[in-house]
């Protein structure tokens, strides 16, 4: 039985195409999944934020259209623009999922395609 909520990092750098933020959406949400054990059921929301460069195309959407290993149709997705900081990442989409896990598992942040920079103690796990 999983009875823990807990919240899960994840950011990847994409070019702003919607090919590309499909893409690499599906790939740094499809690594939270795998990684961290979860399916739909567990989750209980997924929040995107953007920088302000990426504008073709919403993250939640391109979860929704692309190749989602697990059912999200029921999950609840939101997105927001990044805070603009001086000298900040450009092209990142981050994501903070909450779920319910097993109590005593471990937590797996995913930081891919040059966005482990954001977090390189996160990024070799």
Not at 3 to 29: H, P, S, W
Request: a neutral charge; aromatic letters at 6%.
């Amino acid at each position: 039985m999983k009875n823990r909520l807990a919240a899960f990092r994840g950011a990847i750098c994409t070019e702003n195409t919607a090919e590309d933020i499909t893409k690499n959406v599906c790939l740094m949400c499809n690594e939270l999944f795998t990684r961290n054990n979860i399916d739909s059921k567990d989750i209980v929301s997924l929040q995107f934020s953007i920088t302000k460069d990426i504008t073709v195309l919403n993250p939640a959407t391109a979860l929704r259209r692309g190749k989602c290993e697990i059912d999200i149709t029921q999950v609840p997705l939101f997105c927001c623009q990044e805070s603009e900081i001086e000298g900040g990442m450009k092209k990142v989409v981050r994501a903070l999922l909450h779920a319910y896990v097993e109590e005593g598992s471990e937590y797996h942040n995913v930081y891919l395609n040059g966005a482990e920079k954001l977090r390189p103690d996160f990024s070799n796990k």
